[in-house]
């Protein structure tokens, strides 16, 4: 005698315990991930690369000049350059004698000797720095060169009050003064030499 299952769909009892279930498991993660519960959720950040096209050719700043001088002007400049070499030697050696006066490593005599051989070198100075002067069709050059004789004369003058002012009877106020002025024109022509040839030199 065969035996009938009163129910013919015995699946119908497993479905719902089997949804039941799904259901718990899927509140239960969904609570977890709203809780941040051990759970960290960091946002991905995407670094945005800038492309920078390669330059074809690097750019040169640098700029090149070439200053060609007329013969003439080359020989002035290298005339005055050799004067201002000319005027560090004469004032070494007024400065030295100047200097073994005042030690009295010097006789009055000797000193008064070397005093008056400096007022010659200083007026030789003077017609060397006087001619020949640079060409006349540089008009710019000729005002510098005039500038550089009027030192020139001062330098002169300056070792002519040298002397007077050794064989005064002051205690060496008008020597002192005038090797100041000297020291002073000296310098003034050696910077005034340094401009010119900077100035027509430079490109």
Same mark, same amino acid.
């Not at 090149?64 to 080359?74: G, I, K, M, N, S």
């Not at 070494?92 to 009055?108: H, I, R």
């Not at 020291?183 to 340094?194: A, G, P, R, S």
């Given at each position: 005698?065969?035996? =009938? !299952?009163?129910?013919?769909? @015995?699946?119908?009892? *497993? ?5 039941? +279930? ?6 239960? =993660? ?6 941040? !519960? ?6 991905? *950040? ?12 690097? %750019?040169? #700043? #640098? ?9 003439? *002007? ?7 350059? /050799?004067?201002?070499? $000319? /005027? ?29 051989? =400096?007022? $010659?070198?200083? %007026? &030789? =100075? ?8 640079? @060409? ?22 300056? #070792?002519?009050?040298?002397?007077? +002012?050794?064989?005064? /009877?002051?205690?060496?106020? $008008? ?9 002073? !024109?000296?310098?003034?022509? &050696? ?13």
């Amino acid at each position: 005698m065969e035996t =009938f !299952n009163e129910d013919p769909k @015995p699946g119908r009892l *497993v479905l719902p315990l089997v949804l039941i +279930g799904m259901i718990a498991t899927t509140y239960t =993660f969904i609570n977890r991930v709203s809780t941040n !519960n051990n759970l960290e959720i960091e946002p991905i *950040v995407e670094e945005a690369t800038e492309i920078t096209e390669p330059d074809s050719t690097p %750019e040169d #700043t #640098t700029t090149t000049t070439t200053t060609t001088l007329p013969d003439e *002007v080359v020989t002035y400049l290298e005339e005055i350059s /050799s004067e201002k070499i $000319q /005027s560090i030697d004469l004032a070494t050696k007024v400065l030295e004698a100047n200097d073994n006066w005042d030690n009295e490593s010097l006789t009055y005599q000797e000193a008064k000797d070397e005093f008056a051989e =400096f007022i $010659q070198d200083a %007026e &030789q =100075f003077l017609n060397t720095v006087s001619e020949p002067g640079p @060409p006349s069709t540089f008009a710019g050059l000729v005002k510098s060169h005039e500038e550089l004789k009027s030192i020139a004369q001062l330098i002169y003058e300056d #070792t002519e009050e040298l002397l007077a +002012g050794l064989t005064s /009877s002051d205690t060496g106020q $008008q020597r002192a003064a005038a090797l100041e002025s000297f020291n002073t !024109n000296i310098n003034l022509f &050696q910077e005034k030499v340094e401009e010119i040839v900077a100035i027509n030199t430079s490109g």
